[in-house]
């Protein structure tokens, strides 16, 4: 039954997030904009209404739905019921490599992560597995994985594929219409830039920022693929600059500044102006993970364009 699935208890989370912006007396739309802006069937539209009304959050009668009151923090479903256990190892492991100094060739113990993220050691093993394909791991003998860095080769394919999808989210997400929850989220992480720049929030924790920020992009295209690839990449490259200590608060200044102009085009819905910011982006992006790797004579940029 929905209301009782993952994909229910991370839908009425989200809906909670748009009314706890709304006043208490704010008719809501139709089920059908709310199904469009949730980018979710009417059924759980329905659902996520019935509950919202037994909360006592909103008043439901027929096709008039007004606001109650705004939620609070008892009324969401905690973490642990919205995440899959995928979900909650991807999390825990890219928020281990992002804070943690791990330098490469760093050993890894299946038994130890596991115990580390309260998983079991089968769940880290298949997350393992998957992830191993972007060539940030490898795996060793005795169910022990290695820490590894990558060629010059495979980061020039990662990014020639990072700025084909990623163009085409950021199309997608123009095309979003203007009161979708995106655009909301959009202004939420445009604010989190902003101190961040203006050295409100620490510069060194930009690496999450930056996750945030190109997800929910990417989110737009609708894509599960685009999704899939998109996570991954982050940790992958986010490891490397945070390994690399050299002028990373200059770096993420830089990026969070360039960030705040395709926020600024996305905005303005001016295509012309995204397609040239992410472009300038992903380019400078490009530039700073070839810089912040040590590759092997062989692979070295300057090698590479002989």
């Known amino acids: 039954m929905a209301r009782h699935n993952k994909v229910f208890k991370d839908v009425f989370n989200r809906c909670l997030e748009d009314l706890d912006r709304m006043s ?23 659902a996520v209404l019935a509950r919202l009304s037994e909360r006592g959050i909103l008043a439901w ?15 969401r479903f905690g973490t642990e019921e ?26 890894l113990n299946e038994a130890d992560l596991a115990r580390r993220f309260s998983v079991s050691a089968a769940a880290l093993r298949e997350f393992l597995i998957r992830f191993a394909r972007f060539g940030l791991i490898s795996k060793r003998p005795n ?36 009161g979708h929850a995106h655009w909301d989220r959009l202004a939420r992480i445009a604010e989190d830039h902003e101190r961040l720049i203006a050295g409100r929030s620490d510069v060194l924790d930009f690496p999450r920022l930056d996750e945030r920020f190109h997800r ?7 894509n599960r693929f685009i999704d899939d690839f998109n996570r991954m990449i982050s940790v992958v490259v986010h490891y490397h600059y945070r390994w690399n200590k050299r002028d990373e608060a200059e ?28 472009g300038a982006h992903l380019r400078t992006a490009r530039q700073t993970l070839l810089a912040s790797v040590k590759w092997g004579e062989e692979d070295s940029p300057a090698a590479a364009a002989c």
């Open 216 to 222: 929910l992009v990417c989110t737009a295209a609708g």
């Open 24 to 46: 208490p007396g704010t008719p809501l739309g139709s089920e059908t904009q709310i199904a469009a802006m949730l980018g979710v069937s009417r059924t759980t539209v329905r």
């Open 82 to 107: 919205t995440e899959s256990v995928a979900g909650r190892i991807e999390a825990a492991f890219m928020e281990w490599i992002l804070k943690g100094d791990l330098a490469p060739g760093t050993t």
């Open 251 to 278: 770096r993420n200044h830089t990026a969070a500044r360039e960030h705040m102009a395709v926020i600024a085009a996305l905005e303005a819905r001016d295509a012309g102006a995204v397609a040239q910011t992410l």
């Open 61 to 75: 009668d027929g096709r008039r739905k007004t606001l109650l009151r705004r939620p609070s923090r008892a009324d």
């Open 143 to 178: 169910r022990h994985w290695v820490l590894e860095g990558f060629t010059l080769d495979f980061a020039q394919e990662m990014f020639d594929i990072r700025e084909m999808y990623e163009t085409r989210a950021a199309a997608a997400f123009l095309a979003l219409p203007p």
